[in-house]
């Protein structure tokens, strides 16, 4: 078990590029989150799968966000247009869903700086 | 919405107590309760159920209001290795497995 990896670590780029981020969940877990966190604040909620389905998106995700979880293993968050505004840490998550407890496993998150 | 917690910051010493809380405008299935130090992801501590189901570790504790949406994580005799910031993390009654974090309780444990 390695984990839940996210690929880049880092990522420096210029307002209206676009840019996306790949995760890795943990191989037996079947819910894989992305989370956005800034400095100060606790994670905000973007959107969830379970499987290859997406069961939810935050309303305050804007259109120039999608995320894509092909298959049900690995999933990739695109900003689009990338704003000043969108300059984050980018967590994903997994889980393995049954009844009871849904314990997240987060990566080491996606920092994304836009100049 | 976004559960409510506090303190916002806390310095102990070594060896003290602290007691952070975590309430909710919403009925609760769950309440999760993790730790970040700068520069890392959360860590996951404990988890409360409703109904009373409790998973989490040694040195921690936690209890669960399930009629106040209240919950309160008990860090006793402090150590170093504390610090960080705490979030709660909480799923409402037909959330579908969606987690909403608070905004965080800073605690700094000193020699």
């Known amino acids: 078990d390695t984990g839940v990896s996210q690929d880049p670590r880092h990522k420096i780029t210029k307002r209206g590029q676009n840019v996306t981020f790949r995760c890795d969940p943990i191989s037996e877990h079947n819910r894989l989150y992305w989370y956005r966190q800034t400095l100060g604040q606790g994670p905000e909620f973007l959107t969830y799968?379970?499987?290859?389905?997406?069961?939810?998106k935050s309303r305050l995700l804007s259109d120039r966000f999608s995320a894509e979880r092909p298959k049900g293993s690995f999933s990739t968050l695109e900003i689009q247009r990338t704003e000043q505004g969108d300059s984050a840490m980018y967590l994903c998550?997994?889980?393995?869903?049954?009844?009871?407890?849904?314990?997240?496993?987060f990566g080491a998150g996606s920092r994304l700086t836009v100049l | 919405q976004q559960p409510v917690q506090s303190p916002q910051a806390v310095i102990l010493r070594e060896g003290e107590d602290a007691v952070i809380n975590c309430s909710s405008s919403?009925?609760?299935?769950?309440v999760h309760w993790y730790r970040q130090k700068h520069g890392e992801a959360p860590v996951f501590l404990m988890i409360l159920l409703k109904g009373g189901e409790q998973k989490g570790h040694e040195k921690i504790s936690a209890s669960f209001n399930e009629k106040k949406q209240q919950s309160s994580l008990y860090l006793t005799a402090s150590q170093l290795s504390y610090s960080g910031t705490y979030f709660c993390g909480t799923e409402s009654e037909g959330s579908n497995y969606k987690l909403t974090f608070g905004k965080g309780t800073l605690l700094t444990v000193n020699p």
């Open positions: 998550a997994s889980s393995f869903g049954n009844s009871g407890a849904n314990v997240l496993t």
């Open positions: 799968f379970q499987n290859e389905a997406q069961l939810e």
């Open positions: 919403k009925a609760l299935y769950s």
